[in-house]
């Protein structure tokens, strides 16, 4: 079976033949009415800690980007919100669109922006990022929105190597980089769902920050020159590489804020 992409012929109506659980219970993403979440006092601040020395790589995985980080201490982790325990950060990437009017996986209200970030955790009650992406409390993706404004400095040191990256298969050093400061404020919208992407699996409490951050054309325009094809074969750029929301199956939202 050709591999999973966001292609006609392989795209995410496409995936269930693969995977069946993509028509599961709690798949991800989904449309979020903030009227519709419920306002749950008892949720405490989300708190990221992250050390930007972890930070490995940059990889051009074929289906987006991302920053790899060193999993192996708990120097760079998520705690409080919706989850209990101690997630580390594993990975961030994105998902985009090819022009300004679609991109992100999650919609506000039916809203879609350009962009959206996510920070890929993993509990540390299970022993790896693979053991814990089978269970139902093993993954929290942090989602954060990226919308059209002024030019994001910390983002710009990301963008600078792509040059590195532009085909399938690269990969190349990355440091020093906080994912911090691509944080917001703190209005959060919590609810359990799945990877977005195969193996789809239903192991993710999704926190979607509802405010976002900006980046400027410029730097839009960079991510779209990634190419989803490998060095020699023609070039294809990465773009469009978002899920379209799912059904909600009578989940409920929570949010941080009134
Ligand atoms: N877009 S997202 O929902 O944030 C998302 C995050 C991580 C993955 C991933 O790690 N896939 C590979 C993978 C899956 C399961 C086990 C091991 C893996 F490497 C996929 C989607
Ligand atoms: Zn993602």
Known sequence: AHAWGYAANNGPDKWV??????????????????????????????????DPSNCLEILNNGHSFQVTFADDSDSSTLKEGPISGVYRLKQFHFHWGACDDKGSEHTVAGTKFPFELHLVHWNTKYPSFGEAASKPDGLAVVGVFLKIGDANPSLQKVLDAFNNI?????????????????????????????????????????????????????????????????????????????????????????????
């Open 166 to 258: 532009r085909a399938k298969g690269k990969q190349t050093f990355f440091a020093d980089f906080d994912p911090k400061t691509l944080r917001p404020g703190c209005l959060d919208l919590d609810y359990d769902g799945s990877l977005t992407t195969p193996p789809l699996l239903e192991s993710v409490s999704w926190i979607v920050l509802k405010e976002p951050i900006s980046v400027s054309p410029t730097q839009m325009t960079r991510f779209r020159g990634l190419l989803f094809t490998g060095e020699g074969e023609a070039p294809c750029c990465i773009v469009d590489n978002y899920r379209p929301p799912q059904p909600l199956k009578g989940r409920q939202v929570r949010a941080s804020f009134k």
């Open 17 to 50: 033949s693969n995977f069946p659980v993509a028509d599961g219970p709690r798949q991800s993403p989904i449309d979020i009415l903030p009227g519709g979440a419920s306002y749950d006092s008892g949720l405490k601040p989300l708190r990221l800690k992250y």
